[in-house]
């Protein structure tokens, strides 16, 4: 089973004799565990002068919020007995808060602040409150919420509240976008607008489901944050009552009855009617709900969601003669992206899917002990980016999580 196969031993590699896999494929997926966990905070993360943590994407030279915050996730539990880890995750933090007080509408910059990248991406400002508030969580270290970081939250709350009103009150235009750089008409829902995918693509319609529902979740771990360690009450109910405004707005605008599966969230919405029913490999999406929080595994609207997302209804999922699984408009035609194949293992609790889902994985790997941006499902010796942290840093999670160990050390 794969819980022997992860049985690895804390110096490296697996020690273990019990797979459900032949021994060359288990040492293929152990080398890359072992390649993923070591390159990920050797080569990613590095220390600043000014005692941040700038954490580059890979082989593009800067700084996504988004992929920094998952990049450097595995490692929460590492820091509690490692004060050099620990310092290391509160700069990460602390630069992020930074690059938002510069401007909280890109998503993208460089190692001395400045902006690379001005794709409004909701998600993009979420990632650093969901990473700071899971590393308190789990190590208690409250110092990591710094006055920087405060007013870079409380900027996020702002933001969020003026792009629930985009048309109305939001300045922001991107000449990627239609309507001179406003991006096609909405009406108000109570979700929040954006620009951009977590792809960084332009979305079709403004309103995406998954990313609104991860708003919901980070909102109310920002409710807690404020109460338990600003002791802001008048923040807390602001984060909280938001939340409580998409989650209405995805509920009551954001699914469609699509047969055979029945009632399933959409992709994205405009709240005038237009629905675009599909999935993306990018995390949030709706494949990866239960993993992000907003549903538990075994609820029966994210399970239908689920079936459509893995089959060939689902627009962007993809069979091959080597792999199966999501991939994205943003990479080639029958393009897998591992980041999925490491949310579906993430959100599955059937033993044969998950170990189908590894062995797609060890496919990815073409000699470099790397997981690539995406891979062709009929040729893996074809792929994108040759440096792509954030699919391996989710692999090391999907590992650490199948142990029991997701916050621990290998």
């Not at 941040?52 to 539990?77: K, Q």
């Not at 998954?210 to 980070?218: D, L, Q, R, S």
């Not at 595994?297 to 969601?305: E, F, G, H, I, R």
């Not at 591992?338 to 599955?348: E, H, R, Y």
Request: glycine share 6%.
């Amino acid at each position: 089973m794969v819980l022997a196969l992860l049985a690895l031993s804390s110096g490296g590699p697996a020690a273990a004799t019990e797979t459900a896999f032949p021994p060359l494929l288990s040492s293929k997926l152990d080398t890359l565990y072992a390649t993923a966990y070591d390159e990920t905070i050797g080569r990613h993360v590095k220390s600043q002068r000014d005692g941040t943590t700038y954490v580059s994407t890979g082989d593009i030279r800067a700084e996504w919020l988004r992929d920094a915050s998952a990049i450097v996730r595995p490692y929460i539990g590492l820091s509690r007995n490692h004060a050099a880890v620990a310092k290391s995750l509160r700069g990460v933090v602390e630069r992020q808060a930074r690059y938002i007080l510069i401007d909280p509408y890109a998503n993208a910059f460089s190692d001395n602040y400045k902006v690379v990248e001005e794709k409004f991406e909701v998600d993009s400002l979420l990632y650093p409150i969901w990473f700071a508030s899971d590393y308190y969580r789990q190590t208690k270290d409250a110092s990591v919420f710094t006055p920087t970081v405060r007013a870079a939250f409380k900027r996020v709350l702002h933001i969020m509240h003026v792009e629930q009103h985009h048309d109305t009150r939001s300045h922001y235009t991107n000449k990627q976008l239609a309507r001179g750089g406003r991006g096609s008409a909405v009406r108000y829902t109570g979700m929040v607008w954006t620009g951009f995918r977590p792809s960084d693509d332009p979305v079709r319609y403004h309103y995406n489901i998954p990313v609104n529902m991860f708003a919901v979740v980070v909102l109310r771990d920002l409710s807690k944050i404020a109460n338990d360690v600003w002791h802001d009450g008048h923040t807390a109910a602001d984060a909280w009552g938001l939340s409580s405004e998409i989650q209405r707005g995805i509920e009551q605008n954001g699914t469609l009855i699509l047969e055979p599966f029945g009632r399933i969230y959409a992709y994205e919405v405009d709240g005038r009617g237009h629905v675009n029913a599909m999935d993306d490999a990018n995390v949030p999406s709706l494949l990866s709900i239960p993993y992000f929080g907003y549903l538990p595994k075994d609820n029966s609207l994210y399970l239908a969601t689920r079936r459509f997302v893995l089959s060939d209804r689902n627009p962007y999922f993809f069979r091959g003669s080597y792999a199966e699984g999501e991939g994205s408009p943003h990479t080639p035609h029958g393009y897998v992206w591992p980041l999925a194949l490491c949310v579906q293992a993430l959100t599955s609790d059937d033993p044969d899917e998950i170990d189908k889902v590894f062995g797609y994985i060890a496919v990815a790997d073409v000699g470099d002990h790397r997981l690539h941006e995406s891979f062709d499902a009929n040729w893996p010796e074809s792929f994108t980016r040759d440096d792509f942290a954030w699919p391996n840093a989710l692999y090391t999670e999907l590992v650490l999580t199948r142990r029991g160990e997701l916050y621990a050390a290998p």
